[in-house]
């Protein structure tokens, strides 16, 4: 072999291993969940009192019989919405989600590792999705609430860009949840302006409650806008156990007062519980979309 040869055979090896790893690299990471972490979520211990409060407000409800020359019968089964939150970090896992044989609603990240093959893969599959939309924290900055968060230093013009940035990478989003928010969602100005908003797009908004003092729900029906308030948090407490006695209050709260609004994260604990869970849930209870519980 010439030394010609020789050179070109030296310069090309050492390239196309390069290529050959950074290929694999590149399949792997389109392949696999990224080892992002997840956001931290905010209210890890709520006040005890908080869910019961939620409940004499918001899910009592009074059942109107149908007409009699209705041909539908009315589903008297207690209603139950839950709302899988922070999803975008890991796609394994909301794919598992979507899975389920139940009526989930799934709340998505923006500007997230898999925000956009989640939102693909949700409308693909018809479920309904909402922009799960980060929002300041008491601790700001020391807690960060991420990408695409609205903070109470914006101006209307910037809280309206961001808002509208992030509603469309979440494509066919039917509504809005706050993710942490407990600093913002307690600002009247500020809620109203993003209320008006969903408003003005036909969306919905549910309060998640990640503090006692939040105006949200109250400001959505001072304006007409449709809205809820979520009646618990299934898995601040990952261990299996706990979760379970959380769903069992979500059900219970159910039958006591027609309907309930849980909210449950992207755990491998969460969607093993409700796994378990989702034969007894559309035997005994209506388990609906979120939209269905928002007035």
Do not use: W
Not at 55 to 75: A, G, M, V
Not at 133 to 160: C, H, T
């Amino acid at each position: 072999m010439n030394k010609k040869k020789r050179l070109f055979f030296l310069i090309l090896l050492p390239a196309s291993l390069v290529s050959i790893i950074l290929l694999s690299i590149y399949f792997y990471i389109s392949t696999t969940a990224i080892t992002v972490s997840p956001p931290i979520y905010e209210e890890i211990h709520p006040p005890t009192n908080d869910s019961q409060s939620v409940i004499n407000k918001t899910y009592y409800t009074i059942r109107k019989p149908l007409p009699r020359n209705s041909i539908q019968e009315e589903d008297l089964r207690p209603k139950v919405a839950i709302i899988i939150d922070d999803l975008g970090y890991d796609s394994d896992l909301a794919f598992s989600f979507l899975k389920l044989n139940l009526e989930l609603s799934l709340s998505i990240l923006p500007s997230a590792p898999f925000t956009d093959i989640i939102v693909r893969e949700a409308n693909n599959k018809g479920r309904e999705i909402i922009l799960h939309q980060p929002m300041e924290p008491k601790d700001y900055p020391s807690v960060d609430p991420g990408r695409g968060a609205l903070l109470l230093s914006m101006n209307e013009r910037d809280i309206l860009q961001v808002l509208n940035k992030n509603l469309r990478e979440i494509r066919g989003a039917k509504g809005v949840n706050n993710h942490m928010g407990s600093s913002f969602t307690e600002n009247r100005e500020k809620m109203l302006l993003i209320l008006q908003e969903l408003k003005n797009r036909g969306l919905f908004y549910v309060d998640s409650r990640t503090t006692m003092r939040t105006v949200g729900f109250e400001q959505a029906r001072r304006i007409g806008l449709p809205a809820a308030e979520r009646t618990l948090f299934l898995d601040n407490n990952q261990d299996p156990k706990a979760i379970r006695v959380q769903i069992e209050r979500l059900l219970g709260i159910a039958r006591d007062f027609g309907s309930a609004i849980g909210i449950g994260h992207p755990y491998n604990e969460t969607f093993e519980i409700l796994e378990k869970y989702q034969n007894r849930l559309k035997e005994e209870f209506d388990v609906v979309p979120v939209s269905e519980l928002v007035r």
